[in-house]
């Protein structure tokens, strides 16, 4: 804390250490080490693989992000934990619009995303999604998106419905994509 407040204030010598051996796991976090001490920042399951407890506080904050739509991020500075951020995607304007024009004309949405299911559910509320597939990792969501095409085209064939085309939209960061009901 001291060496933030000290960077602040010195306006004219601002510089950031330097990362060394920086890795970025996908769909989980980020491990540098600065200043000889191992840094991660990322999800539970990063830390958890890291071999980092997460105390009972910080699943507390955790779970506190998540009801407020926000994603929860760890930090972990030589293997102890030391803070948790939370973050945020606002939905793209129009976004609660486009799934309600969606409703009226039939159009189920579901929502595919990398985030963890509290915000994920806190999220599809928000605009009025129903389903919702949380926490697909970045190369799982094509895959989920044709395992729902698979679903989807096997339901309608079963029913007395013609099998209509797949739409495709994204509202905001987690990826939506809706499908026509049939009437």
Do not use: C
């Not at 890795?23 to 958890?48: C, D, E, F």
């Not at 969501?141 to 085309?165: G, M, N, R």
Request: net charge negative.
């Amino acid at each position: 804390m001291e060496y933030a407040k000290k960077f602040r204030e010195d306006k004219e010598n601002q510089t950031w250490p330097e990362a060394r051996d920086f890795t970025s796991i996908t769909g989980h976090g980020v491990k540098a080490i600065v200043q000889n001490k191992a840094i991660i920042v990322g999800n539970k399951s990063l830390m958890l693989d890291q071999g980092i407890q997460v105390p009972v506080e910080a699943e507390e904050l955790l779970a506190e992000a998540e009801g407020m739509a926000q994603t929860g991020i760890l930090v972990s500075i030589s293997g102890e934990l030391t803070g948790v951020i939370a973050i945020s995607d606002p939905l793209k304007p129009g976004a609660r619009d486009a799934i309600f024009i969606l409703k009226s004309m039939n159009i189920k949405s579901i929502m595919v995303t990398g985030d963890n299911k509290g915000t994920a559910y806190s999220i599809a509320k928000e605009v009025g999604i129903e389903m919702v597939i949380a926490e697909a990792k970045p190369e799982q969501k094509a895959e989920k998106v044709k395992e729902l095409q698979v679903w989807f085209s096997s339901f309608l064939s079963q029913s007395t419905a013609s099998s209509s085309p797949l739409l495709i939209i994204q509202l905001e960061q987690p990826e939506t994509y809706s499908r026509a009901q049939p009437n």
